[in-house]
């Protein structure tokens, strides 16, 4: 399989997946290293994140260090209590601001579609370089998990999380192969029905279970559907939380090494 993702035209796709997402990273530490080339890239809420800073140039080393970042709560958490989210963004787009400047979604090394949603509309919005926009903006719009962070404007129109269309981009993706990371894929759920001792941490697991085979089943339909050739890799993220930050080293671990087996849709 690695040999096929060296020679061919490649759109690289990252998913979604709140802190599940930081898997990417051992995924992309070996695409350094067997120094696979993607000709775009198409990133969604947490892999828009870390699809940017791959498209800025930025090695895996350099983005996991600012995912350090994110690690730590106390530094990107900043409580609303007003409006429709709990999180106020302005420290978040400070990180955004360190790390992207006022650079605009035409001016990346490897082209960058970021997918987002409009929350008026429930229309898909893909930011590329046909955008004039920043970066940092595309970024906040991504990753605007509704209720989570605040919904960010863009031109006069409300933005939300990508997932809530497209949490795996293969449908913009202008290659005929397609190499898609999806860390909420069939081993991000368990098999099994949660049996905790507290009823409210069973409601919990329930609610996240449900969302992950939402976002699966929408997933498996736009791959059923596509015409490209496409490489699929899901890392094992079923025992870590989409909020779970702090656990960078460990969910970066899963994505580790998984090019070398065939994962192929």
């Known amino acids: 399989m690695i040999k096929e993702l060296k020679t061919e035209n490649l759109s690289l796709v990252l998913s979604g997946g709140g802190a599940l997402g930081i898997a990417h990273l051992g995924v992309l530490s070996d695409i350094e290293k067997y120094q696979i080339c993607p000709k775009e890239i198409i990133g969604t809420s947490m892999g828009g994140i870390i699809g940017a800073c791959m498209a800025i140039g930025l090695k895996e080393a350099e983005i996991y260090r600012h995912i350090k970042t994110f690690s730590s709560v106390s ?31 035409g001016e990346t090394i490897t082209p ?100 992950r085979l939402l976002i699966y089943n929408q997933t498996q339909s736009n791959i059923k559907y596509s015409e490209k050739h496409i490489y699929l890799i899901e890392p094992n993220t079923k025992q870590f939380k989409t909020y779970q930050f702090h656990k960078v080293d460990e969910i970066r671990a899963l994505g580790l090494n998984l090019l070398s087996q065939d994962h192929v849709s």
Do not use: Q
């Open 112 to 211: 960058l579609k970021l997918i987002a949603t409009d929350l008026l509309t429930g229309e898909k919005k893909v930011f590329s370089d046909n955008d004039d926009v920043c970066i940092k903006d595309a970024v906040l719009a991504t990753m605007a998990i509704p209720g989570i962070f605040e919904e960010h404007i863009i031109n006069h129109k409300t933005y939300g999380d990508g997932f809530l269309c497209e949490n795996l981009g293969i449908s913009e993706a202008n290659y005929p192969s397609v190499l898609a990371i999806d860390v909420l894929g069939r081993n991000s759920f368990e098999k099994e029905m949660p049996d905790n001792f507290f009823k409210t941490a069973n409601v919990m697991e329930m609610f996240e279970r449900s969302m």
């Open 75 to 105: 530094k990107w958490i900043k409580f609303s209590f007003s409006g429709n989210a709990i999180v106020d963004n302005s420290k978040i787009e400070e990180i955004f601001e360190m790390i992207f400047g006022k650079r605009k979604m």
